[in-house]
């Protein structure tokens, strides 16, 4: 079997894992399970972490060059062991619009705004879940609801950081990392994205004329 092949394959299982994933943490976090219900979230979180795993060792495997393809493929490796990253993988749902029927560049553009808004909701929502899970027990921690962590989350990712809500666990500290790193990533899509909007209207205006 050829790795384009294993991909096609995997493509709906890896969406149902990720939908599955953020379903029943969003269910563990905001009930605050325990007893049965939190060993069933549990399995279904370790279950979907072995999915990942497994297809992540399946595609270096198959791969034809497999130093370039660990190399061009990080984001994967990072997705196996960071959860809160896995419901990004939802993303690749927005290919299949018929927006992407268009020309090359609105195609570019349209996708492009399709992934911030999607990768910017997931990295709030996600974020905001992991840092309430580990914060709200903690000695002297001020995240404590959901609402606290939402703000937060959203202040961290935009880059402003008011610094009324912040992280007090070692967990939650990591949190604000990857939420900030991400928030950089997306100023600079933003960026790229309207500078090309901006080009592409000149020559327009150019030929026009």
């Known amino acids: 079997m050829d790795q384009a092949r294993w991909e096609k394959i995997l493509q709906w299982p890896l969406l149902a894992a990720s939908v599955l994933f ?20 549990a399995l279904v979180l370790v279950t979907a972490w072995l999915i990942f795993a497994f297809d992540y060792l399946v595609n270096l495997y198959l791969a034809p060059d497999r130093g370039h393809w660990f190399v061009t493929h990080l984001f ?18 927005v290919t299949m619009l018929p927006i992407f029927q268009r020309s090359p560049g609105q195609a570019v553009r349209s996708r492009v705004g399709l992934y911030l808004v999607g990768a910017s909701s997931l990295l709030i ?7 309430l899970d580990a914060e709200r027990s903690a000695p002297g ?13 959203f202040v961290t990712v935009s ?22 790193l991400g928030g950089v990533t997306l100023v600079g899509v933003v960026t790229a994205t309207l500078a090309s909007w901006i ?11």
């Not at 953020?22 to 979230?41: E, H, K």
Request: aromatic share 12%; proline share 4%.
């Open 22 to 41: 953020l379903i029943s943490y969003s269910w563990r976090v905001l009930a605050d399970l325990d007893g049965p219900r939190f060993l069933l979230t």
């Open 76 to 93: 994967d490796l990072v997705v196996v062991f960071l959860p809160v990253l896995r419901p990004l993988r939802l993303l690749r749902l």
């Open 125 to 131: 929502w996600m974020g905001s879940l992991a840092a």
């Open 141 to 153: 921690a001020n995240i404590t609801t959901l609402g606290d962590s939402v703000w937060w989350a």
């Open 159 to 180: 880059t402003v950081g008011y610094g009324d809500y912040f992280p007090v666990t070692g967990a939650g500290r990591l949190v604000a990392v990857a939420l900030m």
């Open 199 to 209: 080009i592409d209207r000149i020559a327009a205006f150019g030929q026009d004329r």
